[in-house]
């Protein structure tokens, strides 16, 4: 059985960096693509970006030039760092492992596993 | 870039049969996604790939496509079916993907 865990702060002040741990069981990290998703308060769904085993790192645009992810395979975790944070930066992130299969010249992209979510408010 | 919509909420009485849509003005060729969540757990992956199942998943959800909108049918809901579901699309580039807003289910 996968699952993930988040875990870290779960308040961060302004203009710091955000910094959560997802930790996997039931699978190793080594493989597929693992991903951080986030969710501000009545606010859409956001995904952030992703870390695969192969070493490629993809980063939503919008995002790239605050973000690192990167991924500890003898600890089965990966982890997310957002750097300069306001409150808009205040959501329940998600951790979650990313599917993207090539089916003919369709490319499968979802998320299969995910952790329970964790708040984080950027606050002074 | 794109946009799922949701309605942001549907309500059926159990038994009955709950129809969730999401629409975007242009639909890339792309699979759609549905995500169950109730509250303080996991997301659950309930339809990928348009239509499928994921194992594990029951036979009462299905999802079917028309046009520019994708359609999540949970039939024969029962109580336990309350949460809320969300949409989700991609392009074929692996960096972009996209979620409807989100759709509340109330079991009356």
């Known amino acids: 059985q996968v699952q993930l865990q988040e875990s870290g702060p779960g308040l961060v002040k302004p203009s710091e960096t955000l910094s959560l741990t997802c930790t996997v069981s039931?699978?190793?990290?080594?493989?597929?693509?693992w991903s951080w998703i986030r969710q501000p308060p009545g606010k859409r769904l956001e995904w952030i970006g992703y870390v695969s085993s192969s070493g490629s790192i993809r980063y939503n645009p919008s995002l790239q030039s605050r973000v690192t992810i990167s991924q500890d395979t003898p600890k089965n975790q990966f982890s997310l760092k957002l750097s300069s944070v306001t409150a808009a930066d205040t959501a329940v992130y998600y951790c979650?492992?990313?599917?993207?299969?090539?089916?003919?010249?369709?490319?499968?992209?979802?998320?299969?596993?995910w952790g329970q979510g964790t708040l984080v408010t950027v606050s002074s | 870039s794109y946009e799922l919509t949701q309605p942001p909420s549907v309500s059926v009485s159990p038994g009955q049969t709950a129809r969730i849509t999401c629409s975007a003005d242009?639909?890339?060729?792309?699979?759609a996604y549905w995500y169950q969540r109730k509250p303080g757990q996991a997301p659950i992956l309930v339809i990928y790939k348009d239509t499928e199942r994921p194992s594990g998943i029951p036979e009462q959800f299905s999802g079917s496509r028309s046009g520019t909108t994708v359609t999540l049918t949970i039939s024969g809901v029962q109580a336990e079916d309350e949460a809320d579901y969300y949409c989700?699309?991609?392009?074929?580039?692996?960096?972009?993907?996209?979620f409807g807003g989100g759709t509340k289910l109330t079991v009356l």
């Open positions: 242009t639909w890339p060729s792309q699979s």
């Open positions: 979650a492992r990313q599917q993207l299969l090539w089916f003919g010249e369709l490319l499968l992209d979802y998320f299969d596993y």
């Open positions: 039931g699978v190793t990290i080594s493989l597929d693509h």
């Open positions: 989700q699309s991609a392009d074929n580039s692996g960096s972009y993907v996209v």
